[in-house]
């Protein structure tokens, strides 16, 4: 069956730290990755996607996720976590058919000051 | 460019009233629709798509249906409200050409009392 799952449901990182989200997919076919953020009480911002090709993917806000066949992974990072990125992240894989992407339960992420 | 809009953002609602939220996208023509509800602490559930005007698929049982009247709308709707209809609502859009990513809209957060 297909799924995705996020290991991490909160998390909390210091400004400036370093901040890595973990994603790992169940999957028949090569996938699409997505990496969705979203702020209290608004939709969904794609973040970066991951069609094929290069495994290493740069997004926006300075994320980049990279792509791990081997194990099913898609993780999220960043080097340096800012207050604002303060949020709820989202990882999806599709698509299944007319591009239902199946989401996992999400991360929400704290940044101390 | 392409802009989806829902509304309202928030609405209050007591037990066994109707529900009507809308959602229009523009800027694209023939989009995939979505609904998918998120409620407090989960993740994101799909709740119906649709590829085209009428045509109208629900990926689970419960006490809502969804319309499409035109090329660019699509209507979440209810005739009877259950207290665990309430979360928050998310519209989204793709590509026909089922390039993969959704596009999200605001959100409308639904409380039933």
């Known amino acids: 069956a297909q799924s995705v799952t996020q290991p991490d449901i909160h998390i909390t990182v210091s400004e400036g730290a370093s901040l890595e989200l973990r994603c790992n997919y169940s999957y028949g076919a090569t996938p699409y990755l997505f990496w969705y953020v979203q702020s209290p009480g608004q939709g969904l911002q794609l973040l970066l996607k991951?069609?094929?090709?290069?495994?290493l993917v740069q997004g926006i806000k300075g994320f980049e996720a990279e792509f791990k066949r081997s194990q099913s992974s898609f993780n999220l990072r960043k080097p340096s976590v800012h207050w604002s990125d303060a949020a709820e992240y989202f990882c999806?894989?599709?698509?299944?058919?007319?591009?239902?992407?199946?989401f996992g339960a999400g991360t929400r992420l704290a940044v101390h000051p | 460019s392409q802009t989806i809009h829902q509304w309202p953002a928030t609405l209050v609602q007591p037990v066994g009233s109707p529900l009507s939220l809308e959602c229009t996208v523009e800027g694209t023509s023939n989009p995939n629709l979505y609904w998918y509800r998120q409620a407090a602490g989960r993740g994101l559930q799909l709740l119906f798509y649709?590829?085209?005007?009428?045509?109208i698929s629900s990926e689970v049982p419960q006490n809502l249906s969804a319309s499409r009247p035109q090329d660019r709308q699509f209507i979440l709707s209810s005739k009877k409200l259950l207290l665990s209809d309430s979360g928050f609502y998310l519209c989204a859009w793709s590509s026909p050409m089922n390039t993969g990513e959704l596009f999200f809209g605001e959100g409308s957060r639904l409380t039933v009392l």
């Open positions: 999806a894989v599709g698509p299944t058919g007319y591009n239902k992407l199946i």
């Open positions: 991951y069609f094929s090709g290069d495994t």
């Open positions: 649709s590829v085209g005007i009428g045509q």
